[in-house]
């Protein structure tokens, strides 16, 4: 059997279009053949859809507040408006395909705007009791629990909680509709979402590239890629 392949979203940095070589090798780990994808437009966006077999949402800088509604907080990083627009339109042509998407951090908030729903722009400062979610430390740590409700993030990780890395001061406010929580950390954040009716739309918001020789976090990534073999079988 062919191995799938999988559409990962970059990352701008000074001019240059750049990945963090972890998504990569998770996506190679776990038996797929990453396809790093610059910006697409209603022009080209079905065109790359034809050929991939799954979209990977990667993390990055904030998403705007105006796709939902909001004017922007003091504390708001970076936004850069095109990705944003190709991100979400990504999100939207994948979904109606029904093809495997799977959002990571960054990938997991503009999955949720995508579809109607809103964001903490600095939970920091939104959100009262918030934990450290920013952490200091290298990547590959784990710095807090998540915890897992019924749904097929659970069925896939095959427990009730977790240890994961964390690296965001955004977060889901309002989840969209149609999805539902699939996981939260102790202070209330939300650290993961899905769409029940789709066949693999999945979203979280740590860092589960990151986490070598975890094992929630190889068996998220074997699922998505073996959701991605199933697509277009």
């Known amino acids: 059997m062919m191995k799938p392949l999988i559409g990962l979203t970059m990352h701008p940095v000074e001019g240059k279009m750049e990945i963090n070589n972890t998504y990569i090798n998770a996506i190679k780990r776990a038996g797929g053949i990453p396809l790093c994808i610059s910006y697409l437009d209603e022009e080209t966006v079905d065109d790359v859809l034809d050929r991939l077999n799954a979209v990977l949402l990667i ?28 991100e979400m ?37 939104q959100v009262e009791g918030v934990l450290k979610h920013t952490q200091a430390s290298m990547r590959h740590e784990l710095t807090h629990t998540i915890e897992l409700f019924p749904s097929k ?57 990151g986490l070598q020789n975890d094992v929630p976090s190889e068996k998220l990534f074997k699922s998505f890629i073996e959701a991605a073999m199933r697509y277009k079988s």
């Open 59 to 86: 993390g990055g800088y904030d998403v705007n507040p105006l796709l939902y509604g909001q004017e922007p907080h003091p504390k708001l990083g970076m936004v850069i408006d095109a990705r944003d627009q190709s």
């Open 153 to 209: 993030l659970q069925q896939i990780i095959g427990q009730d909680s977790i240890l994961t890395n964390s690296f965001h001061h955004q977060a889901i406010d309002v989840i969209a509709p149609g999805f539902l929580l699939n996981a939260r950390a102790k202070d209330g954040v939300v650290e993961g979402i899905e769409h029940p009716e789709h066949p693999y739309c999945i979203g979280v918001q740590w860092h589960p590239e």
């Open 89 to 125: 339109l990504m999100a939207k042509k994948a979904f109606e395909r029904k093809m495997p998407l799977l959002g990571i951090c960054r990938g997991e908030q503009v999955m949720n705007v995508a579809f109607g729903g809103t964001l903490y722009q600095d939970i920091d400062t």
